[in-house]
């Protein structure tokens, strides 16, 4: 027996060493691809040298003695820090996630070549300026250099995940960096899943009681539409859960869309006498971010701010004379069509001058350790065919009919690139929204000021509909329709727009910016109803800003939603009957009433009442629909202010939605309230623990920066996840949309992955952050340093000082030009 001990231990302590030993090699093969800031390269391509300053949080400054050479170190920079996500960006508009990842991305390549995204992309070079042609060929020729280092010095493949996936890497290509921005605009539309979604609803409850659930901004009446079901005939009525769509598919939930905050103020409502600026878009969480912080120093000046890795331009930022943000327009610039088959051949569909064949092409997706998939593509005159199991399109297309869609994004002209780089470079005003004309997609809102104006500026092509469309591009539409065909786009100088209101003040908040009706809508579904409203009142509060209020109103923890909507569902539960026996479930309701009671509405981290007001409204409106709606109530998992609000205040009858339809009792909306009450006190209690003192907002809402591709595997997920407790939640300026299912439904998912505040009265002072670190290496010290700072709604400086860049520089590094043979 001491004898087999003996060995066992010998054994054990053998294994310990060779696991070490294997630790030890993963780690020093791993971090060879953090890069040395202060290492200098001879590279090709260069026309003179590049110096790159790394300040102390890692942001690279990119000096040279002209610009092409500008576009060449952001490149270089972007793949030292950035490389695997470029690669994932690239791999996704191209449709070939699934030959590293296997079958589980398949339905993310398919979706992805049915749009033909990277085609399109490579054939809308040729509609690109000489000055975006140079820079896109710049840009990719440092990507490539870096390469090139990587692989001539064994810089451990360039990123740690090579090592568990393919290493083999193309070099990168003007086409590359036009599909990133394609995939942007991808993740940030919506119209698609609500097309189809409204569809659904009128399928099940009819367009009245849609009107209810899926009201117009704010709360008009929707504008007449026929029911979907009069359409087609015998349209399917029969839906199917939808799955989780993987973290890697550019269509994001319906939602969680782009979303952002952005407003200026002049100088009559600034203190110091000049223009003042504040930006945080919205975007899902992820580790690293999808925000990287650069500046480039061109011939004709500094610009700096927050780029995207893959494209070559500053996205959001400033320079000396310019400054801008952006937010999500909601601008519907989508439509489904319907599309009938000839019933005598499947190869044709109907259009309005009679049948027609598809346009077909015929492609195979490669995929990890399995056959390759087959799929056919087809083109109809409305666009690309999407198959009847993508977003469930099948429950809502007819027998004997296919679906199409239009899209902005989808056209080979496209030249958003080049409106980029224009803004980027623009002196002013005028100058910026110049530039921004020849932007397609996605829609945005574009928030400008300079020394000494402000402005909001609708970018985007907006389409031209016939006034007798069928169905005003809200639900799909037979496409063999001539008046449910675009007519082309509306000109560029009637998308809407506000230069130096009186008011002195441009805003948004991805509410409502027109009242023009269709066609002129600009869009029937607006991405705020809320958020405006808290920020409305912050800024109409003081007559002058300062950049400390604009930070304050950035920062701003507090939700105008639960202000409203607690004295609605609450008012006949406040104080009501004696203080109830200790332990039992009407003590728990009365306690926690009396918390939400006394509440200012703050999304506090640290207290339980956010925690306990997100729990019960979500609880509330699954009970209101689920008997209504079945198995689609699950589609409708996330708080719908506006129809809480239309059923506790009986708009048009609306409270018809608390009776359950099953019950023989005829159920208030008092009762639902109460009920759902319990019923969330019960879950949190399983959850946290009895005590509701104990319960703490940050514990449940705890922001996950995941890794997109390793976050979920087990071991790797410590070291690649990055998790923080965070105020603010669904509709509070500080933006933090929880995920509203699974089993983190209260987890922040969607928030500010980048702020930036300007000052032109001191534009040295002007401050940014992003969500996570400059670096996507996680043994690096910048991949995370960031994070904290901004949980803490903290920011860092960044200047466009060159001597102050270099005074407190991480390292700096220049790239000289190889002599020609």
């Given at each position: 027996?001491?004898?087999?001990?003996?060995?066992?231990?010998?054994?054990?302590?053998?294994?310990?060493?060779?696991?070490?030993?294997?630790?030890?090699?993963?780690?020093?093969?791993?971090?060879?691809?953090?890069?040395?800031?202060?290492?200098?390269?001879?590279?090709?391509?260069?026309?003179?040298?590049?110096?790159?300053?790394?300040?102390?949080?890692?942001?690279?400054?990119?000096?040279?003695?002209?610009?092409?050479?500008?576009?060449?170190?952001?490149?270089?920079?972007?793949?030292?820090?950035?490389?695997?996500?470029?690669?994932?960006?690239?791999?996704?508009?191209?449709?070939?996630?699934?030959?590293?990842?296997?079958?589980?991305?398949?339905?993310v390549d398919e979706f992805v070549r049915r749009l033909d995204i990277y085609n399109l992309s490579s054939a809308s070079f040729q509609y690109q300026t000489d000055e975006t042609k140079t820079a896109l060929k710049s840009y990719s020729d440092g990507v490539n250099a870096w390469l090139k280092v990587v692989q001539s010095d064994a810089l451990g493949r360039g990123a740690p995940e090579l090592f568990l996936f393919s290493p083999q890497i193309a070099p990168w290509t003007p086409t590359?960096?036009?599909?990133?921005?394609?995939?942007?605009?991808?993740?940030?539309?919506?119209?698609?899943?609500?097309?189809?979604?409204?569809?659904?609803?009128?399928?099940?409850?009819?367009?009245?009681?849609?009107?209810?659930?899926?009201?117009?901004?704010?709360?008009?009446?929707?504008?007449?539409?026929?029911?979907?079901?009069?359409?087609?005939?015998?349209?399917?009525?029969?839906?199917?859960?939808?799955?989780?769509?993987?973290?890697?598919?550019?269509?994001?939930?319906?939602?969680?869309?782009?979303?952002?905050?952005?407003?200026?103020?002049?100088?009559?409502?600034?203190?110091?006498?000049?223009?003042?600026?504040?930006?945080?878009?919205?975007?899902?969480?992820?580790?690293?971010?999808?925000?990287?912080?650069?500046?480039?120093?061109?011939?004709?000046?500094?610009?700096?701010?927050?780029?995207?890795?893959?494209?070559?331009?500053?996205?959001?930022?400033?320079?000396?004379?310019?400054?801008?943000?952006?937010?999500?327009?909601?601008?519907?610039?989508?439509?489904?069509?319907?599309?009938?088959?000839?019933?005598?051949?499947?190869?044709?569909?109907?259009?309005?001058?009679?049948?027609?064949?598809?346009?077909?092409?015929?492609?195979?997706?490669?995929?990890?350790?399995?056959?390759?998939?087959?799929?056919?593509?087809?083109?109809?005159?409305?666009?690309?065919?999407?198959?009847?199991?993508?977003?469930?399109?099948?429950?809502?297309?007819?027998?004997?009919?296919?679906?199409?869609?239009?899209?902005?994004?989808?056209?080979?002209?496209?030249?958003?690139?080049?409106?980029?780089?224009?803004?980027?470079?623009?002196?002013?005003?005028?100058?910026?929204?110049?530039?921004?004309?020849?932007?397609?997609?996605?829609?945005?809102?574009?928030?400008?000021?300079?020394?000494?104006?402000?402005?909001?500026?609708?970018?985007?092509?907006?389409?031209?509909?016939?006034?007798?469309?069928?169905?005003?591009?809200?639900?799909?539409?037979?496409?063999?329709?001539?008046?449910?065909?675009?007519?082309?786009?509306?000109?560029?100088?009637?998308?809407?727009?506000?230069?130096?209101?009186?008011?002195?003040?441009?805003?948004?908040?991805?509410?409502?910016?027109?009242?023009?009706?269709?066609?002129?809508?600009?869009?029937?579904?607006?991405?705020?109803?809320?958020?405006?409203?808290?920020?409305?009142?912050?800024?109409?509060?003081?007559?002058?800003?300062?950049?400390?209020?604009?930070?304050?109103?950035?920062?701003?923890?507090?939700?105008?939603?639960?202000?409203?909507?607690?004295?609605?569902?609450?008012?006949?539960?406040?104080?009501?009957?004696?203080?109830?026996?200790?332990?039992?479930?009407?003590?728990?309701?009365?306690?926690?009433?009396?918390?939400?009671?006394?509440?200012?509405?703050?999304?506090?981290?640290?207290?339980?009442?956010?925690?306990?007001?997100?729990?019960?409204?979500?609880?509330?409106?699954?009970?209101?629909?689920?008997?209504?709606?079945?198995?689609?109530?699950?589609?409708?998992?996330?708080?719908?202010?506006?129809?809480?609000?239309?059923?506790f205040r009986d708009i048009d009858g609306a409270s018809k939605w608390c009776d359950i339809l099953p019950s023989s009792e005829i159920e208030t909306c008092v009762d639902i309230a109460r009920i759902a009450l319990d019923a969330a006190l019960l879950e949190l209690s399983e959850q946290y623990g009895s005590s509701i003192d104990s319960w703490r907002w940050g514990q449940a809402h705890q922001a996950k920066h995941d890794h997109q591709v390793l976050g979920n595997i087990p071991l790797?997920?410590?070291?690649?996840?990055?998790?923080?407790?965070?105020?603010?939640?669904?509709?509070?300026?500080?933006?933090?949309?929880?995920?509203?299912?699974?089993?983190?439904?209260?987890?922040?998912?969607?928030?500010?992955?980048?702020?930036?505040?300007?000052?032109?009265?001191?534009?040295?002072?002007?401050?940014?952050?992003?969500?996570?670190?400059?670096?996507?290496?996680?043994?690096?010290?910048?991949?995370?340093?960031?994070?904290?700072?901004?949980?803490?709604?903290?920011?860092?400086?960044?200047?466009?000082?060159?001597?102050?860049?270099?005074?407190?520089?991480?390292?700096?590094?220049?790239?000289?030009?190889?002599?020609?043979?």
């Amino acid at each position: 027996m001491a004898v087999t001990f003996k060995w066992l231990t010998r054994l054990f302590l053998l294994l310990c060493v060779l696991g070490l030993g294997a630790m030890a090699i993963a780690y020093y093969f791993a971090s060879r691809s953090i890069p040395d800031f202060n290492q200098n390269y001879t590279v090709d391509g260069l026309s003179g040298p590049i110096e790159i300053v790394r300040d102390n949080h890692s942001v690279p400054h990119i000096f040279a003695q002209n610009d092409p050479d500008v576009y060449y170190g952001l490149g270089f920079s972007h793949a030292q820090d950035r490389l695997w996500q470029m690669l994932i960006l690239r791999r996704t508009a191209q449709g070939r996630l699934s030959e590293i990842l296997g079958e589980q991305t398949l339905s993310v390549d398919e979706f992805v070549r049915r749009l033909d995204i990277y085609n399109l992309s490579s054939a809308s070079f040729q509609y690109q300026t000489d000055e975006t042609k140079t820079a896109l060929k710049s840009y990719s020729d440092g990507v490539n250099a870096w390469l090139k280092v990587v692989q001539s010095d064994a810089l451990g493949r360039g990123a740690p995940e090579l090592f568990l996936f393919s290493p083999q890497i193309a070099p990168w290509t003007p086409t590359d960096s036009l599909a990133v921005m394609r995939v942007m605009a991808l993740q940030i539309s919506n119209n698609l899943q609500d097309e189809i979604l409204r569809a659904k609803a009128a399928l099940t409850v009819g367009n009245e009681r849609m009107r209810d659930l899926m009201p117009d901004s704010p709360n008009d009446a929707v504008m007449a539409l026929p029911e979907y079901a009069s359409l087609f005939e015998n349209p399917p009525r029969s839906f199917s859960p939808q799955p989780t769509q993987h973290a890697l598919h550019p269509i994001k939930p319906r939602e969680f869309a782009g979303a952002s905050n952005a407003w200026a103020a002049d100088g009559s409502r600034a203190a110091r006498k000049a223009p003042l600026l504040a930006t945080d878009p919205h975007l899902g969480l992820s580790a690293p971010s999808i925000w990287m912080l650069a500046r480039m120093e061109f011939s004709d000046g500094g610009v700096i701010g927050a780029t995207i890795p893959g494209l070559p331009f500053i996205v959001s930022g400033r320079s000396d004379d310019l400054a801008w943000g952006l937010t999500t327009t909601y601008l519907d610039d989508l439509d489904v069509y319907v599309e009938k088959l000839n019933p005598a051949n499947s190869d044709e569909y109907l259009t309005p001058n009679g049948y027609k064949p598809f346009i077909k092409k015929r492609v195979i997706v490669d995929i990890k350790d399995q056959l390759g998939k087959t799929i056919d593509m087809r083109w109809t005159e409305n666009g690309p065919v999407i198959p009847s199991d993508s977003f469930d399109l099948g429950a809502i297309t007819p027998i004997g009919h296919v679906t199409s869609i239009n899209w902005t994004a989808l056209r080979e002209q496209d030249q958003s690139v080049s409106a980029g780089i224009r803004l980027m470079r623009s002196k002013s005003i005028a100058a910026a929204r110049n530039a921004v004309s020849m932007h397609h997609a996605p829609g945005q809102n574009l928030i400008l000021a300079d020394k000494n104006s402000v402005a909001l500026q609708v970018v985007g092509h907006m389409p031209k509909r016939d006034p007798n469309h069928a169905s005003l591009g809200r639900i799909p539409s037979q496409g063999w329709l001539i008046q449910n065909r675009w007519l082309g786009d509306f000109p560029f100088s009637e998308n809407p727009n506000s230069v130096n209101p009186a008011s002195g003040v441009v805003a948004n908040t991805n509410n409502k910016i027109t009242d023009e009706k269709f066609p002129k809508h600009v869009g029937h579904n607006w991405g705020d109803t809320q958020r405006i409203k808290r920020l409305t009142k912050l800024l109409n509060a003081r007559k002058v800003h300062t950049r400390d209020s604009f930070m304050e109103a950035q920062l701003d923890p507090v939700s105008y939603t639960a202000r409203s909507l607690l004295t609605l569902i609450g008012r006949e539960l406040w104080f009501k009957g004696e203080p109830a026996a200790s332990g039992t479930v009407e003590r728990q309701r009365q306690i926690a009433l009396e918390l939400l009671s006394s509440w200012n509405g703050e999304m506090d981290q640290h207290v339980p009442e956010p925690l306990i007001y997100t729990a019960w409204l979500r609880n509330l409106q699954q009970r209101l629909i689920a008997d209504d709606l079945g198995p689609l109530s699950k589609e409708f998992y996330k708080v719908q202010p506006v129809f809480i609000e239309r059923v506790f205040r009986d708009i048009d009858g609306a409270s018809k939605w608390c009776d359950i339809l099953p019950s023989s009792e005829i159920e208030t909306c008092v009762d639902i309230a109460r009920i759902a009450l319990d019923a969330a006190l019960l879950e949190l209690s399983e959850q946290y623990g009895s005590s509701i003192d104990s319960w703490r907002w940050g514990q449940a809402h705890q922001a996950k920066h995941d890794h997109q591709v390793l976050g979920n595997i087990p071991l790797l997920s410590w070291f690649v996840n990055i998790r923080q407790d965070t105020p603010g939640g669904d509709n509070t300026l500080l933006r933090a949309r929880t995920a509203g299912k699974g089993a983190e439904p209260y987890a922040n998912v969607h928030a500010a992955g980048f702020r930036a505040l300007v000052d032109f009265a001191d534009p040295e002072s002007s401050l940014y952050i992003i969500s996570t670190g400059q670096s996507g290496h996680f043994l690096s010290r910048h991949y995370d340093d960031l994070a904290q700072l901004w949980r803490r709604g903290e920011y860092i400086p960044m200047t466009l000082d060159p001597e102050l860049a270099r005074s407190g520089s991480d390292g700096v590094m220049v790239l000289s030009p190889r002599a020609q043979p």
